[in-house]
């Protein structure tokens, strides 16, 4: 899709480099550049205990796929003609400077578009209300309020990936494609740039309307949804598993109380939406009387035939064994070593 296209990487860790990602996937040709005196960007050692010292870190891996690595040293004067060059010849630049490092290195936008006067340059900062501030993603999930959201009511608890990372990742990439298309009609320079930290508060999506417009301050309520019930809950069968519901009609409510065999007393009692959240906590324990009298086959393959939402809680594991994960698998040598990650590029495009 993107074969003549060339993406210079000038960012590290997570965000910049699933851009990149996102590019060399659909064919472009994409450079991404590390800190030569610094052996690199800085997750190629982010690895697990059982990783071998010698081995590139998994998590360097999972956002880095059919790019050109060159290492450069800014302040070297060979190095940064060769920069400039690659500069010159790219179409898209992804950069994730903080603070005055791109005024530093003379590697801002107008600096870029001097060499370049066509040039597309991404940006991804840290925090917009502090520029200078160190940026990472547990740090801006704490001070954008997913923290206190996640977890339950006895400790917090983080999203399990650098979530925000990859949601700015899909703000830059969104940017940039809309400047694409801009191009097509005038060719000139566009700078696209979003923060962490506003990336993070745009992604509050019904939270924050919760509270702005009836001041419902959000709780940690682990899975729980503060608007829906059960939807969240988990309901444990006869053969001990564990099934997440997600019902979030009152018609998916009547259907999956037949399927258990609730009392009517009970269907009456929670047949609203509202009547639901609000008893929560007592209709999950009446749900979980009836689930753990059926097996978790019969009652999955019920709610199937029914078109009521419900699902195991699987391990990482279970979900790399499906045939979806496996077919999404890319698998590349990188210093001689067998590398795999799973595609960043979920969508297809048909005519």
């Not at 030569?36 to 800085?42: A, E, I, L, P």
């Not at 740090?139 to 309020?145: I, N, R």
């Not at 419900?310 to 496996?326: D, F, L, R, Y």
């Amino acid at each position: 899709m993107f074969k003549n296209l060339k993406v210079l990487e000038l960012s590290s860790v997570l965000a910049g480099p699933a851009v990149g990602m996102f590019f060399s996937e659909l064919g472009a040709q994409v450079v991404k550049v590390e800190n030569k005196t610094t052996n690199g960007d800085v997750t190629r050692k982010w690895k697990l205990p059982k990783e071998k010292r010698s081995d590139i870190s998994a998590y360097f891996c999972s956002v880095n796929y059919n790019k050109n690595y060159i290492f450069l040293d800014f302040n070297n004067q060979k190095d940064r003609t060769e920069l400039e060059i690659l500069i010159k010849n790219c179409d898209i630049i992804i950069t994730n400077f903080k603070g005055e490092d791109a005024a530093k290195f003379y590697l801002g936008f107008e600096d870029c578009k001097k060499i370049n006067s066509n040039i597309i340059y991404a940006h991804i900062g840290g925090f917009k209300t502090n520029s200078k501030r160190v940026a990472f993603d547990i740090v801006l999930q704490a001070e954008t309020g997913f923290i206190n959201m996640t977890g339950n009511e006895k400790e917090f608890a983080k999203m399990p990936v650098a979530l925000i990372d990859v949601l700015a990742a899909h703000q830059i990439k969104e940017g940039i494609l809309t400047a694409m298309l801009l191009q097509s009609k005038e060719k000139i320079a566009y700078k696209v740039s979003t923060t962490l930290e506003e990336t993070a508060i745009a992604s509050l999506m019904n939270q924050s309307s919760n509270f702005l417009m009836a001041q419902h301050q959000a709780k940690p309520l682990g899975t729980l949804h503060p608007n829906i019930a059960p939807y969240g809950e988990v309901a444990t069968t006869l053969d001990g598993k564990k099934l997440i519901l997600a019902i979030g009609t009152d018609n998916q409510y009547e259907v999956f109380s037949k399927i258990i065999c609730m009392e009517s007393k009970w269907r009456d009692r929670f047949k609203t939406n509202q009547q639901r959240v609000e008893g929560r906590k007592l209709l999950i324990e009446i749900i979980n009387t009836k689930t753990k009298e059926i097996l978790s086959d019969d009652l999955i393959e019920k709610c199937f035939e029914k078109n009521i939402p419900i699902g195991e809680i699987n391990t990482v594991e279970k979900v790399m064994q499906s045939e979806t994960a496996k077919s999404m698998v890319l698998e590349e040598i990188i210093d001689n070593q067998k590398t795999k990650r799973i595609k960043t590029v979920a969508f297809e495009l048909t005519s």
